[in-house]
């Protein structure tokens, strides 16, 4: 590709492939968004795989909710196994005092 050896100008922001776009533009594949650019010496126009700010943003915030839901399932879990525990040892002190 010339955008590898060359300078180039970007005449297309990146955006996401249509269903067309995807089947013919191979750089399309790899994140499902292209931007077109132009080299400045060849004066050619190609396609380049980019990643879109918003579809990053988008894949953090779901990574960061499924995390803060996992976190709230074992601190419930924490609170359960805890209260367990000390009624447990309560048990364990009350059958103590009950044997002097």
Known sequence: ????VEDFVVA???TRCS???ARRIPECRPTGFVEKISCSGSK???FK????AVMEAHVFWRFV???????AVFAVLVV????VLDRKALEKV???IESI
Do not use: D
């Open 1 to 4: 590709p010339c955008w590898r």
């Open 12 to 14: 297309q922001e990146c």
């Open 19 to 21: 269903g067309f776009q």
């Open 44 to 46: 050619k126009e190609e």
């Open 49 to 52: 795989s980019c990643r879109s």
């Open 65 to 71: 909710g499924t995390m803060m839901c996992v976190a």
């Open 80 to 83: 359960c196994r805890q209260r």
């Open 94 to 96: 009350r059958k103590q």
